[in-house]
């Protein structure tokens, strides 16, 4: 085999590694941005059923409220 096949063999092999290695990065990349994503959701679906939970137990507070004591919507009968 001669200089020059020689050479360009090693030079092919390189730039194939090296773009099969780049590749393999990219993709644990990718991944690993993926699973922040799916890290991210599930987060905000606590936060989200967190919140309609304490919605749901301040309506049942404001309904036992208006049980006990008569409330006004604040027509401007204030103190003063």
Do not use: N, P
Request: aromatic residues 4%; charged residues 30%; without cysteine.
């Amino acid at each position: 085999m001669s200089r020059a096949a020689k050479l360009t063999l090693a030079g092919t092999s390189a730039v194939a590694a090296g773009i099969v290695y780049s590749v393999h990065f990219q993709q644990k990349a990718e991944k690993a941005a993926m699973h922040a994503g799916v890290i991210r959701d599930i987060e905000q679906q606590r936060i989200k059923k967190e919140r309609l939970a304490d919605f749901e137990m301040q309506k049942a507070l404001e309904e036992e409220y208006r049980k006990v004591q008569a409330v006004s919507d604040g027509g401007g009968g204030g103190e003063g």
